[in-house]
């Protein structure tokens, strides 16, 4: 009975220290690619109140303020793809400036947390919220470059989408006649859909209303059509129980797709499975072209 307990303790004590060893290795990779940045020329692009440092067209480092609270995040997209590895964050406070360090693994894991007095937090469940907050936060630069990028390609898809939305809000005006209902049932009572389309006063389909629904969530979709038929905007709209919501606005240009933006939001203030209870984060909108 000893000798299992004293294995057990050995395993126990030897994948602490594989697991440590695995930490500082990431993190000496991490001080690397951070310390690499002071010999490296940087340009700026300001987008908003957002600063972008790139090298060769690629993000190195942003920073931003929120009211008392300044933010410098880095990254290196070879290394973490989508989010950053580091984040810097001083808080100004009466008694002056707060500082806090967080570092970032691959599987988007906060591995390390220094706080002002350069103790090291011990990281449990209760740093879930703050961990998965600041890597959205470093997400939304990512989407909000994007998006900044997009736009300077295109600069004509906000005039179309402006123009979309105007004739759109004109339909809406109008009174439309509904022409055909479809309701589906199935065996299971807590799965149904419902779809209708509508018509002008002259007969022309110009809307079309899509719901499907379940006892885990529901997705709804709303199209609308211009005087020749074609598809000209489309709205989709979903939530589940688990507290994520998202809606997906489609725009088209003679019947065919050329912009969407997506906005998402997550609300975890009830479901403990594998989810951040009190994580709560509405995301930067995101823009596609095709």
Not at 35 to 54: C, G, I, R, T, W
Request: net charge negative.
């Amino acid at each position: 009975m000893i000798k299992n307990i004293t294995f057990s303790l050995i395993l126990l004590i030897s994948f602490s220290g594989f697991g440590q060893d695995v930490v500082e290795s990431q993190i000496k990779e991490i001080r690397k690619r951070f310390y690499a940045l002071d010999n490296s020329k940087l340009s700026m692009v300001a987008v908003e109140d957002y600063h972008f440092y790139l090298q060769d067209g690629n993000i190195k480092k942003v920073t931003y303020e929120n009211g008392s609270t300044r933010y410098e995040c880095y990254f290196d997209l070879d290394f973490i793809p989508n989010h950053a590895y580091f984040i810097y964050v001083t808080e100004n406070r009466g008694n002056g400036p707060h500082e806090n360090r967080y570092y970032f693994s691959e599987e988007g894991e906060l591995i390390r947390w220094v706080n002002h007095g350069k103790n090291e937090v011990i990281l449990n469940g209760q740093t879930c919220v703050i961990k998965s907050k600041l890597i959205a936060q470093s997400k939304d630069l990512l989407t909000i470059y994007n998006n900044h990028l997009l736009n300077n390609e295109n600069p004509q898809y906000r005039r179309l989408v402006f123009e979309i939305r105007t004739e759109v809000n004109d339909m809406l005006t109008k009174v439309l006649v509904p022409d055909t209902t479809e309701i589906l049932n199935v065996p299971d009572e807590f799965y149904f859909s419902h779809t209708v389309e509508f018509n002008d006063k002259n007969g022309k389909r110009i809307k079309s209303l899509s719901f499907i629904g379940g006892d885990h969530g529901y997705q709804k979709d709303t199209a609308f059509f211009n005087k020749i038929g074609q598809i000209l905007y489309k709205v989709s709209k979903n939530k589940d129980i688990f507290g994520r919501s998202s809606s997906r606005y489609e725009y088209y240009k003679q019947g065919e797709l050329f912009r969407t933006v997506e906005q998402i939001s997550v609300n975890h203030e009830k479901w403990s499975s594998s989810i951040c209870i009190g994580f709560n984060h509405i995301y930067a909108d995101e823009i596609y072209d095709y």
